[in-house]
């Protein structure tokens, strides 16, 4: 018998969880500099997620997806993706998205319920979140087929939960991107759990990177509470990407620290002593130790930038708090690009109720 | 004397009673084990009928339609639940491509008596996608059974309706009503009928029809129409496909009038097949219009302008002041 196929799936790590440095830093240009820019954007989200948390519960935001134990994930595509590549995000990218333009009290705004939030010019070709678990992932293999057709030199990238994987969605995505050599990157943030069911549930497979065999392009795993071996996976794949030398899958091991959204409660499927254990493992202070020890990051800077992004957040909440809603017509306005003429007379009585002592006014 | 109960509670008392009776009903979904579902529908089924009873799927809804598919022809009752309407849509190509016809098919041979259940609706300031109602879509499919309840009592026993039918139901459960009153509901195992209407409140003057949350809507309006000296009957459809235009088509004759109340936009949706099959059939005992009082035809606005969307009990009394009017 011929052994006809062999592969095997690498894990990168450079930092423990005590943010000491395992291995040589890779070659990356600036690097230094582009971890404590890192850091800074990481604090940041964490920063606006218990904003967000707290307006929540006040009722002033709606269900929120936190991203709490993602950030080094997020940033470090953030950090990795030039301006003219395009995000194509699922629900749990915000610290991407606020690196990509997207303004704080915008932000806020999307997940406060108004439409506006994923409208802001700062996204440029950014696709909006997207809900339908695993739909983006056919998506980005689109954008990186138009990519492609003009011969640019940019890439797609995409990100997906370990729940999303399971979806043929994502499976059709891989395939395609393989067969045509697409260049787009698709990172998992594996957080161990899809709401309640935990990672064992959704597959057979040891890892979910290996998924990328059965389509023939790159796949590997990563620390993905470490941003310096983030850096170094998400930099190569998505030059090689932009290079036309194929699509890749990232497998980011991470761990949901938060509830799956606002809406949930993982106490009553989640062992304790598990959430504790991932604490130790978290993305934010292991970089912070890190940059301590390498002289990059000091006490005072910490105390200036955690004073400095509470009050940045609290500037967006109030500013979000204070957009005014959308006027009723806006719910025909973008339909379609003219309104058929079928609908104005929808869109007049829409009007005339949510006047002054219409039914609608509240 | 039974204890009463919210909807959802009735929904999981039915799934208890059709696994207790009959060990073939076997349920499947996403999060419907250990965490009971994440509107709680199935809570403690899993621990009381143990994990070959209740499946905690991988993430991915083509396949649960498939597995249903592939399930229910083997004899088993399926119930699978879709964690929100919104996400129904990889399982179409089994349900409207496989489960609706597979009998038809085989002339009989292998038959698909599953059940797709999911909370559908607005109003509870959801996210993105959590609040269509996109049942015409459904009703519209030759071979499946289309049932939505509007109350506790009406969802036990229209649930084990659909549990017991030999054929294919999505059933519907408006989750903006989920835990919004409760009523007695005896856990006695007894079905509800799928192949007529609910009266809920007779009258003369006017025919009220409606199903799922708008039920409430409808009911406040003729309570206050009533105030009015307005005598409303409502029909709660329940089973959107097949209609029972019967019932329908009775209190038409009786009242002569008829408004239609429901939450999914206006154009091609269940409300104009029943106003057009009354009109086919009784045309000649309408004094006035049929009306339609339903959501816009645009996409559901996220949850800020969701308000302005749905349809509410000033609007029947609106239309119902209207049509009284013309005749
Ligand atoms: C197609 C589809 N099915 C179900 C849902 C409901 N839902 C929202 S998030 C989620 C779990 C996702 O888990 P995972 O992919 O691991 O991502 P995570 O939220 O953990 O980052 C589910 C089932 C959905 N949004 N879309
Ligand atoms: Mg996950």
């Not at chain 1, 690009?337 to 005339?352: D, H």
């Not at chain 2, 119930?79 to 849509?89: C, K, Y």
Request: charged content about 20%; glycine content about 8%.
């Amino acid at each position: 018998m011929d052994t006809v196929f062999k592969g095997e799936i690498h894990l990168t790590r450079y930092l423990d969880q005590q943010g000491k440095l395992l291995a040589p830093l890779p070659d990356i240009p600036e690097l230094p500099s582009r971890l404590v820019s890192c850091y800074r954007n990481m604090v940041l989200a964490r920063a606006l997620d218990s904003k967000a948390i707290a307006l929540q519960r006040t009722g002033q935001l709606g269900t929120f997806a936190s991203m709490l134990g993602a950030e080094a994930i997020d940033v470090s595509i953030g950090q990795c993706m030039k301006p003219e590549d395009v995000l194509i995000p699922y629900y749990r990218n915000h610290a991407c998205q606020l690196m990509r333009g997207l303004p704080i009290d915008q932000l806020l705004l999307y997940w406060g319920g108004d439409e506006r939030g994923s409208a802001h010019p700062a996204m440029g070709q950014d696709f909006p979140n997207c809900v339908p678990i695993a739909t983006q992932a056919l998506h980005a293999c689109g954008v990186a087929t138009a990519i492609k057709i003009r011969g640019e030199k940019r890439c797609a990238v995409t990100v997906i939960g370990d729940g999303g994987t399971s979806k043929g969605d994502f499976m059709e995505a891989l395939n395609v991107a393989g067969a045509w050599q697409l260049p787009v990157v698709f990172v998992v943030n594996n957080n161990q759990w899809a709401i309640s069911v935990p990672r064992v549930i959704q597959c057979g497979a040891q890892t979910l990177a290996q998924k990328a065999f059965g389509a023939g392009i790159r796949g590997e795993q990563v620390d993905g509470n470490d941003a310096i071996a983030l850096h170094q996976v998400l930099e190569l794949a998505l030059e090689r990407a932009r290079e036309g030398k194929g699509p890749s899958l990232i497998e980011a091991i991470s761990y949901r620290l938060a509830d799956h959204t606002t809406a949930d409660d993982a106490t009553r499927y989640r062992d304790n002593e598990e959430l504790k254990a991932a604490w130790e493992r978290e993305p934010v202070k292991r970089l912070r130790s890190y940059l301590h020890s390498e002289g990059l990051w000091d006490e005072e800077q910490e105390k200036c930038w955690q004073e400095e992004v509470n009050r940045m957040v609290q500037e967006a909440a109030d500013a979000y708090l204070a957009i005014p809603p959308q006027p009723v017509e806006s719910i025909f306005d973008h339909l379609y690009a003219e309104l058929p003429e079928r609908l104005r007379e929808q869109r007049e009585w829409a009007t005339v109720k949510a006047m002054p002592g219409g039914s609608h006014h509240e | 004397m039974s204890n009463a109960i919210t909807m959802v509670e009735a929904v999981n008392l039915a799934l208890g009673r059709a696994m207790s009776q009959d060990e073939k009903v076997v349920l499947l979904g996403e999060d419907i084990g250990t965490n009971g579902g994440v509107f709680r529908a199935t809570v403690d089924l899993k621990a009381k009928f143990g994990n070959k009873r209740v499946l905690d799927t991988p993430l991915a809804e083509t396949m649960i339609a498939g597995l249903a598919v592939g399930m229910a022809a083997q004899g088993l009752k399926a119930v699978a639940e879709i964690q929100f309407m919104g996400f129904i849509f990889p399982t179409m190509e089994h349900i409207v491509g496989h489960a609706a016809r597979l009998r038809n098919r085989t002339r009989g041979r292998l038959s698909c008596p599953l059940v797709l259940r999911a909370p559908y609706g607005g109003g509870i300031h959801a996210p993105e996608h959590h609040s269509e109602s996109t049942e015409a879509l459904f009703a519209h499919i030759p071979g499946l059974r289309v049932v939505i309840p509007s109350s506790p009592a009406r969802a036990y026993g229209l649930l084990l309706a659909a549990i017991d039918c030999p054929d294919p139901v999505l059933f519907l459960e408006p989750k903006r009503i989920y835990r919004a009153s409760k009523q007695p509901v005896e856990d006695n195992g007894v079905p509800l009928p799928l192949d007529t209407c609910f009266t809920l409140r007779e009258g003369d003057d006017i025919t009220l029809i409606s199903w799922g949350a708008m039920i409430s809507e409808t009911l406040q309006a003729a309570d206050r129409l009533a105030d009015e000296g307005v005598s409303c009957e409502v029909i709660d459809v329940a089973t959107l496909n097949p209609l029972d235009l019967d019932t329908m088509l009775a209190s038409v004759t009786k009242t002569g009038r008829c408004v239609i109340v429901h939450e999914a936009p206006k154009s091609g949706a269940v409300g104009a097949e029943i106003a057009a099959s009354l009109s086919e059939r009784g045309l000649l005992e309408l004094r006035a219009p049929i009306a339609r009082v339903a959501g816009y035809d645009t996409v559901m606005p996220y949850y800020r302008l969701e308000n302005h969307y749905m349809p509410n009990s000033a609007d029947v009394i609106d239309a119902v002041r209207q049509t009284l009017e013309f005749a």
